[in-house]
């Protein structure tokens, strides 16, 4: 008998990073802003800053709030877990 494992709970996010330059994200809900220096966005578990040096958006899904961004990784700080922030126009594409 196999066994299924619970579906994940509300607010569900996670990251992985590899080799600090390939950093893959799910959860994603807004992107407040980016550039090649830093990314401040928004997860289902509240905001995220990434910084680093020659930071690039490659992969992202509307659908299922999934990122995928490559660069030199130096710093993913968390901030306010309640702050989910205004929704820009990218965020409202993750709607």
């Not at 992202?60 to 877990?81: A, C, N, R």
């Not at 309640?82 to 929704?87: E, I």
Request: a negative charge.
């Amino acid at each position: 008998m196999k066994t299924q494992q619970p579906p994940a709970p509300a607010g569900h996010h996670n990251l992985i990073l590899e080799d600090r330059g390939k950093l893959t994200l799910t959860g994603v809900t807004d992107v407040d802003c980016f550039d090649e220096r830093i990314i401040n966005l928004f997860t289902s578990l509240g905001e995220l800053t990434i910084k680093g040096r020659n930071l690039h958006i490659n992969d992202v899904s509307v659908e299922s709030g999934d990122m995928t961004i490559t660069g030199d990784i130096w710093l993913l700080q968390y901030g306010d877990k309640d702050r989910h922030g205004p929704l820009s126009l990218l965020g409202k594409l993750f709607r």
